[in-house]
Nanobody
Framework: QVQVVESGGGLVQPGGSLRLSCAASGSIFSMDAMGWYGQAPGKQRELVARMSSTGNTDIADSVKGRFTISRDNAKNTVTLQMNSLKPEDTAVYYC???????????????WGQGTQVTVSS
């Protein structure tokens, strides 16, 4: 199995910064995309940012220019640097990875437990 653990959420004032970190571990044969999804109260979970194993990125328009995703393939970690935070960024942020546990398995989604980010004065 694959375990995904996030850290780094919290309460921050508008205009502030937070850094979210995520590490995947366990029986990992290979990984494709790693990234972050956000779920605001009463809304569906949505992509915030993700990066493929080759470095291609998908970034939500709402966070372009403010959030930066980075990844360490050797350590199976992904980081989201969140700058110029706004109240509308408030959400539970979930780390996601697409991974296979053996060479014969299909890619599967694995999720962390989520970390709360609250932007408020």
């Amino acid at each position: 199995q694959v375990q995904v653990v996030e850290s780094g959420g919290g309460l921050v004032q508008p205009g502030g910064s937070l850094r979210l970190s995520c590490a995947a571990s366990g029986s990992i044969f290979s990984m494709d995309a790693m990234g972050w999804y956000g779920q605001a109260p009463g809304k569906q979970r949505e992509l915030v940012a993700r990066m493929s194993s080759t470095g291609n990125t998908d970034i939500a328009d709402s966070v372009k220019g403010r959030f930066t995703i980075s990844r360490d393939n050797a350590k199976n970690t992904v980081t989201l640097q969140m700058n110029s935070l706004k109240p509308e960024d408030t959400a539970v942020y979930y780390c996601n990875t697409n991974a296979r546990t053996t060479r014969w398995d299909p890619l599967r989604d694995y999720w962390g437990q989520g970390t709360q980010v609250t932007v408020s004065s």
